[in-house]
């Protein structure tokens, strides 16, 4: 619409309601989509910055300060522009991101220092850099790292171990494999971090730790956690064919020495102790149902009780109660530590 300037005669533009309302939404999202991305590369400078603290936080402040002033450049009419300078500083940005590659040669904490590897020769599976800590305190242990040979002829059984130590929702995950003669081996997807480094939930999700796959005896790597953490943990028995067992103790391994060749990094969502775990029972039965708990780790009980894989006579009761190890494990720290948590 066109309406002539009441001084000169001018004609001037004049904005429709309809044009107003395009114009309020366009920079509504344009402004969103800077304070999410914005948020976004906060995170992954800090986490990723070669740099102190201090010189992080100049650089976050920059890309705050830059995101600021491509809002106030919109919110004046002069959203191409804003758009366009957003645009073309992000992508340099996400090109910087692609550059950070996962590597295998940092200064690793000692229990992830080394990770598992196997070779199998017929029916035995012999494992390079079983873990078999003795653990004093959480930040301290007598190390030793070991190579075992294991009998898949022998494979009797499964375990699934939560191990819960804040929230509900969340618990780690590990897979315990037994056989005939007693012996048990762990496998456990962790975050290999390095030497001065903490698990941190927010730094999973910008590159900050690899995977590591580690195979433990139960007596180091289930025990860390119900008897020096005080972690809750419980066992939950699985009720699987013999020839899925062997595959998935395969499956383990195959994964565990393609990572050793090539590193992939952690994600607290999407590559996590469960999730790799659900990737590899998938490589097995591809109908494995996705499922909400595969996130949300802490909720596996239910899910393994709905789809009727525990190793227990139905009704299974109360789950927790039955698979709760903590408690036994304290109690008898001087028995054989995978018989005491199995009631033997």
């Known amino acids: ?39 976004w590369a906060s995170f992954a400078l800090w986490y990723q910055l070669p740099l102190g603290d201090v010189g992080r936080g100049i650089a976050i402040t920059l890309w705050l300060a830059f995101a600021v002033l491509m809002l106030i450049l919109a919110f004046r009419r002069h959203a191409m522009i804003a758009t366009a300078l957003y645009a073309l500083a992000f992508a340099g940005l996400l090109v ?22 196997g070779t199998l020769d017929g029916n035995i599976a012999t494992l390079a850099n079983v873990r078999n800590f003795d653990w004093q305190t959480p930040d301290k242990a007598t190390e030793r790292w070991e190579t075992r040979s294991y009998d898949l002829s022998k494979l009797s059984s499964l375990d699934i171990v939560l ?15 037994g056989f ?19 698990f941190s939930e927010i730094g999973g ?34 009720g699987v064919a013999a020839a899925d067992r062997q595959a998935l103790f395969l499956a383990y391994i195959g994964a565990a020495n393609d990572l050793a060749k090539k ?5 607290t969502i999407t590559a996590n ?29 239910e899910y393994f009780a709905e789809h009727g894989v525990l190793a227990w006579p139905k009704p299974y009761g109360d789950l927790r109660a039955k698979a709760a190890i903590s408690a036994r494990a304290q109690a008898a720290p001087e028995r054989p530590y995978s018989m005491v948590i199995r009631g033997q």
């Open 96 to 117: 910087w991101w692609q550059t950070i590659e996962p590597r295998l040669d940092r200064d690793w904490a000692p229990d992830v220092s080394r990770t598992v590897t």
């Open 205 to 238: 999700f910008f590159k900050l730790f690899e995977l590591a796959f580690i195979a433990a005896d139960e007596a180091d790597i289930v025990k860390l956690r119900t008897s020096v953490r005080h972690e809750d943990v419980y066992l939950y028995p699985i």
């Open 273 to 301: 102790c469960t999730t790799v775990v659900f990737d590899l029972a998938r490589m097995i039965e591809p109908s494995v149902p996705t499922d909400w708990r595969i996130i949300l780790s802490g909720y596996l009980p």
């Open 180 to 198: 005939s003669d007693g012996t048990h081996v762990v496998f456990s997807v962790e975050i290999r971090r390095e030497r001065t480094e903490s």
């Open 1 to 39: 619409m066109v309406a002539a300037d009441d001084r000169n005669g001018t004609p001037t533009k004049t904005r429709t309601p309809l044009s107003r309302l395009a114009r309020f939404a366009g920079v509504t999202l344009l402004s969103l989509s800077i304070l999410f991305s914005g948020l």
């Open 263 to 267: 590193p992939s990094f952690y994600n």
């Open 163 to 177: 191990s819960y130590w804040g929230m509900d929702a969340i618990a780690h995950t590990l897979v315990s494999f």
